[in-house]
């Protein structure tokens, strides 16, 4: 895989020993001047390379950005908590973002920011082939569905879609940051993740994996 001044991603695959190759790590994109400026790094996936479940975040905030990996702090908390629950631990799965750059006081990012950084998703789910993706939250959802999502409503739903070219199995899923501002969000969303662990054969499904949501339609 090799990548141009702009951090345009052109490709990505596998070593035989199942590690990603180095460079396809973003490293140092420049193309969206607000979230360089916002930015005190890049925050890439992080996981195992071979992992079967992939969860894609919208984008890092502050304390991602402190420290460099996705899916820390308040909402990071909530779910390691759910993926414990689920028999799974971070190390079983892999975490990345729909933008690796934090938008400028944490907003949503913009529909060219979230298009500029879509070749490095891509590059990434097709070097890793998940079995299955977890979207966490309405802009993750809607970025690679290319369509609205009313996400409280399709939560626990699987669907395809087509990413990078290729059939993928996406399960839809709230934020865990929902479970924070409504905690009737917390039983559906550990429901989903424990879903997700039976779709991909890594844990068993014992309660049939029901993941029905009801309000937090924002996330």
């Known amino acids: 895989m090799s990548e141009d001044g702009d951090g345009n991603v052109a ?8 590690t990603l190759d180095a460079d396809l790590r973003v490293g140092s994109c420049q193309r969206c001047p607000a979230l360089v400026e916002s ?6 996936g992080v996981g195992p ?31 390691d908590e759910a993926l414990r629950d689920a028999g799974l631990a971070r190390a ?14 944490n907003r949503d990012p913009t529909t ?17 082939d998940p079995e299955l993706i977890v979207t966490l939250g309405k802009v993750p959802s809607e970025h690679l569905l290319d369509r609205s999502v009313g996400i409280t409503s ?3 739903d ?23 501002y409504d905690r009737s969000q917390r ?7 424990a879903r997700a662990g039976a779709l991909c054969g890594i844990v068993s499904d014992d309660d049939g994996g029901s993941g029905g949501q009801s309000r937090l339609g924002e996330f």
């Open 92 to 105: 079983d799965v892999r975490i990345t973002n729909c933008v690796r750059c934090r938008p400028p006081e």
């Open 49 to 79: 390379t071979d992992a079967d479940l992939l969860l894609v975040g919208e984008g890092p905030g502050a304390n991602e950005d402190e420290r460099g990996e996705p899916f820390v702090g308040r909402s990071g908390d909530v779910l």
């Open 112 to 128: 060219e920011e979230l298009a500029n950084c879509r070749g490095h998703l891509e590059a990434e789910i097709g070097g890793l």
């Open 158 to 180: 699987v669907v395809d879609a087509r990413i990078g070219g290729t059939s993928r199995r996406v399960l839809l899923s709230v934020h865990p940051a929902a479970t924070l």
């Open 187 to 193: 039983e559906g969303f550990f429901e989903t993740i």
């Open 11 to 18: 490709g990505g695959g596998v070593d035989a020993d199942g």
């Open 39 to 44: 930015r005190s790094r890049i925050v890439e």
């Open 154 to 156: 399709e939560s626990g």
